[in-house]
């Protein structure tokens, strides 16, 4: 047997879940790549099934010179940017007081959270607004803010990995005079930088896609998210598509780059999770 022979790697056979796995991730693909090929149509072409001719950037001067998109994309980045910021500070204070703290309750508390997993937001909403009102939030970032930053997934998941956390680190902290809240910030933080990437992940995406809450509260167009700007693009009896369509994929860039950078810690983080 020659060396090149004896150095060649056996070629990977390709088994009937690869190629499954395969099969359904084109199809999950092929939406996006043709509303990213739509968005580049002429406007009598946008439903067209047969291969484009030609190929515009028109749709996308049109949506960020005539529609006020940036500022779309501003109220979405700081409210997405503030919700996550804020919120994983108090959920992390939250799961790690339901995890490693013992207080009267503390089971009850925490089935109250998690029962609020089965609440979808239009069964609240108008108690909600109501509130919202009371507050004198409606139509301010406070009110696009503020009752986005409870997170239930985010409180349980938290719980759920400071669980595994080892009580011996806890007792080393106790011995050196470190008292809950420095022992939070100087040991319980830096421990919790793995899941914390993963939830920022969570929490900016459903902030950046959210929809029906802002529609609700935000009448400003100067308060307008991208989603709600995005929808505000068709009218009553007709509907623009080409720039629906190219709105779609500038609003769908930021998406794409959080979730590159953050998706190896956010398998990771999921996978080493566990449940007790």
């Known amino acids: 047997m020659s060396r090149e022979t004896a150095l060649r790697k056996p070629r990977a056979k390709i088994g009937p879940g690869a190629i499954v796995a395969y099969i359904l991730a084109l199809i999950t693909v092929a939406p996006l790549l043709w509303m990213a090929l739509s968005a580049f149509r002429p406007g009598a072409e946008v439903f067209s099934a047969s291969w484009p001719k030609h190929l515009t950037l028109d749709n996308f001067t049109f949506v960020l010179t005539e529609v006020p998109f940036f500022?779309?994309?501003?109220?979405?980045?700081?409210?997405?940017?503030?919700?996550?910021?804020?919120s994983l500070f108090l959920h992390t204070m939250c799961g790690?007081?339901?995890?490693?703290?013992?207080?009267?309750?503390?089971?009850?508390?925490?089935?109250?959270?998690?029962?609020?997993?089965?609440?979808?937001?239009?069964?609240?909403?108008?108690?909600?607004f109501m509130v919202t009102r009371a507050l004198g939030m409606v139509d301010t970032y406070f009110g696009l803010i503020?009752?986005?930053?409870?997170?239930?997934?985010?409180?349980?998941?938290?719980?759920?990995?400071?669980?595994?956390?080892?009580?011996?680190?806890?007792?080393?902290?106790?011995?050196?005079?470190?008292?809950?809240?420095?022992?939070?910030?100087?040991?319980?933080?830096?421990?919790?930088?793995?899941?914390?990437s993963s939830l920022a992940v969570l929490f900016f995406l459903a902030n950046w896609n959210s929809f029906v809450w802002p529609l609700t509260v935000a009448q400003s167009e100067n308060l307008?998210?991208?989603?709600?700007?995005?929808?505000?693009?068709s009218g009553q009896y007709g509907a623009d598509y080409q720039y629906i369509l190219a709105a779609s994929v500038l609003a769908a860039i930021p998406t794409v780059i959080v979730f590159i950078f953050g998706q190896r810690r956010l398998v990771d983080s999921l996978k080493t999770t566990g449940l007790k």
């Open 146 to 196: 503020v009752p986005a930053l409870f997170n239930a997934f985010g409180i349980f998941l938290l719980r759920q990995f400071y669980l595994n956390i080892p009580s011996e680190l806890e007792d080393a902290a106790r011995l050196d005079g470190c008292g809950y809240l420095r022992m939070y910030w100087h040991l319980i933080l830096p421990l919790s930088r793995p899941i914390m």
């Open 224 to 233: 307008r998210v991208v989603q709600v700007g995005i929808s505000s693009l």
């Open 96 to 128: 790690y007081a339901l995890a490693r703290m013992r207080f009267r309750g503390r089971g009850l508390f925490f089935g109250m959270v998690v029962s609020t997993l089965f609440v979808s937001l239009p069964v609240i909403l108008v108690p909600l």
């Open 71 to 86: 500022t779309y994309l501003g109220n979405s980045a700081l409210v997405s940017v503030v919700v996550t910021v804020v």
